[in-house]
């Protein structure tokens, strides 16, 4: 992961007002985990009086939906809650991905729906210098606000994560890039006619590791190496080098035939060392490249799978 990255503090929100969605006169219960910032949501079963209310599309709101949560309401397009839970997932989007891969080029209409997100007060964006040329790489994140309304939306597959708020700037190009390895390798997915289920990212995948691991502190090294591979079983790891290795992003997925599989990635960057990249070859993770480019002043990714004769070299 690359190191060194400063944020610009002029972000959008210096220009663009963010008035606050108003609140209802009868507030509505909060949901389970409605106000956890950065800790995973699980349980996704919820009972009725904790789902966000919603109500029919209005003509004269384009289309948009009032939908009600913390005490708040909010009118929001379905697209605009597409865009929520595609942010939540991931944590960290770049603006340039989220035009590419979720809006098809269409600058006015991503830029019209994250300014009402912004305004409404469940998206925020900010922008980095990246690089030796000090390029700009504009990303957006849920807000936690937005993260409660994502995680109340019956549209979320049951045991999805949903994240807000910013990650440490050295680790933003490399978690925001991790969304482009998911669209290459969910396209591959998709065309066998898969059906992706649920995306976990490392943040996920370290929490319950390494939670289970501490338990064993204390246990001799023939205990603690037995239960580090029963804990690396469970999560479907293998141990290598006597440690248990984690991918940057798993991605589970439902077969044509109904059988539930997944396929654990790793995102190689210019900075991974070869024995680093020779330990999650050993792991069996699938590798793609992680190559930084720059047109005009913007910052862009180009990620490519790693083949057999590449991670040999």
């Not at 066998?192 to 246990?219: F, H, P, T």
Request: proline share 4%; aromatic share 6%; net charge positive.
């Amino acid at each position: 992961m690359s190191r060194g990255y400063d944020f610009d503090e002029r972000d959008d929100r210096e220009q663009e007002p963010q008035p606050r969605a108003q609140p209802e006169r009868t507030p509505v219960t909060q949901g389970r985990g409605g106000s956890s910032q950065d800790v995973p949501v699980r349980d996704r079963q919820r009972s009725r009086r904790h789902r966000v209310q919603e109500r029919l599309p209005d003509p004269r709101t384009n289309g948009r939906t009032e939908v009600r949560a913390l005490g708040r309401r909010y009118e929001l397009t379905v697209r605009e809650r597409d865009t929520l839970r595609e942010i939540g997932r991931f944590r960290t989007i770049a603006t340039d991905d989220l035009l590419k891969y979720r809006y098809g080029g269409k600058t006015a209409a991503l830029r019209k729906d994250l300014v009402h997100l912004q305004q409404s007060g469940l998206l925020q964006r900010r922008s980095l210098s990246v690089g030796k040329n000090r390029d700009t790489l504009v990303i957006v994140v849920l807000t936690r606000e937005g993260a409660y309304v994502v995680r109340q939306d019956d549209k979320l597959p049951e045991q999805q994560s949903v994240y807000s708020g910013f990650v440490k700037p050295a680790e933003v190009p490399h978690d925001a890039a991790i969304y482009q390895m998911y669209q290459a390798e969910a396209a591959g997915i998709e065309v066998r006619g898969c059906k992706i289920r649920r995306v976990v990212l490392d943040y996920e995948i370290k929490k319950e590791v390494y939670s289970k691991l501490a338990r064993e502190r204390d246990a001799g090294a023939l205990e603690y190496s037995r239960r580090q591979g029963e804990i690396a079983g469970e999560q479907g790891l293998p141990v290598v080098d006597g440690k248990i290795a984690l991918p940057d992003l798993r991605i589970e997925y439902e077969t044509p035939e109904g059988e539930v599989e997944r396929v654990d990635l790793e995102l190689a960057t210019e900075h991974y060392h070869r024995g680093h990249m020779a330990t999650k070859v050993r792991a069996g993770f699938k590798m793609y490249g992680f190559v930084s480019t720059s047109r005009g002043r913007s910052a862009q990714w180009e990620g490519r799978e790693l083949t057999a004769t590449v991670l040999s070299l």
